[in-house]
Every structure is written in C-alpha cells, then in structure tokens.
C-alpha cells in the first residue's frame, strides 16, 4: 500500500476550520460546519487529522474525548473514549480499504484509549473493520445512532 501518514491539523482561527475549503471529494459541509472558537478544542479535547499519501489528502478526521451514559449495557461508563465525531475518506479513493487503515492509524496514535463511533449510515464499515455494535439499553433504535467501538475490552 502506498506510504501513508497521520497529519495533525490546529485550529488556528476562530470560527474557521483548519480543512482545506473547496477540496474535491469532501464534504464540505462536515469539515466546516460551525468550528467554534480555538479554546473549544482544548475545553472538548478536539483533534482533527488528514490522512496523507506524499503530501496529498485522502481522509480526514474529528475526534474528540467522549464519556458514555449507562443507556448502553456492559460498558464501563467510568471510562473516557476518543470518539470518531467525523470521518471521511476522499470519494475517489473510497473502497481500497484505506478507511480501515485510517482508523488503524487512529488507534495507534491514541494507544490504550479504546476509540468509539455513532455511526450515520456506514453500520457496515464499522463491522467490516471490526468493530463491535453495542445496541441501547432501552431498545429505541430509530432515535439514536448506532454506537461502535474499536473492542471488546470496553466491555
């Protein structure tokens, strides 16, 4: 596979996203929806990062510090998790598995801390990657989105 690398973006303005704008095969609309200001990502602990082949941009990520609720059952909600708030591989490179090996470079990159996803249509990747469903307690399926996380140890 080609020579891939996690690149760490800083906010460095308020309100203004540190994503390239305009960048074909992205969402522009996930990558610069209302940023906030700098200090929230210190307070939210948010991170992006781009996902780079030889300085060129094939996937991006938010990922921020998340603590759960006891509505899904067997997780220890006294842990803290990163969770993946956005995520995206460049269209014209989806499918050639280079979501999987972002998420695997995520996970190097924050170590022991177990990683989760809501996900929003996109059940079947979190699966295909390995990840694991864990449904609500209350068994309301329509109101929320699906929780996954990065493995069974979380349990």
């Not at 460095?12 to 994503?19: G, L, M, T």
């Not at 014209?92 to 979501?99: A, E, F, N």
């Not at 068994?139 to 996380?149: A, E, M, N, P, Y």
């Amino acid at each position: 596979m080609e020579d891939l690398q996690l690149q760490f973006l800083a906010q460095s303005e308020d309100f203004i996203s540190p994503f390239p704008f305009d960048e074909d095969g992205f969402c522009d609309s996930w990558w610069h929806r209302n940023p906030g200001w700098i200090h929230d990502n210190e307070t939210y602990r948010i991170e992006r990062f781009q996902l780079l082949s030889n300085g060129t941009e094939l996937g991006r990520a938010e990922i921020m510090d998340a603590e759960l609720d006891d509505n899904y059952d067997g997780l220890d909600v006294e842990r803290t998790f990163k969770e993946i708030s956005f995520f995206e591989i460049r269209a014209s490179h989806r499918r050639k598995g280079l979501g999987a090996t972002f998420v695997d470079l995520l996970l190097k990159h924050y170590g022991r801390t177990a990683m989760i996803a809501f996900s929003e249509e996109a059940d079947d990747f979190w699966s295909a990657i390995g990840w694991e469903y864990v449904p609500r307690n209350d068994g309301d399926v329509t109101s929320f989105r699906k929780l996954f996380v990065s493995e069974s140890k979380c349990r």
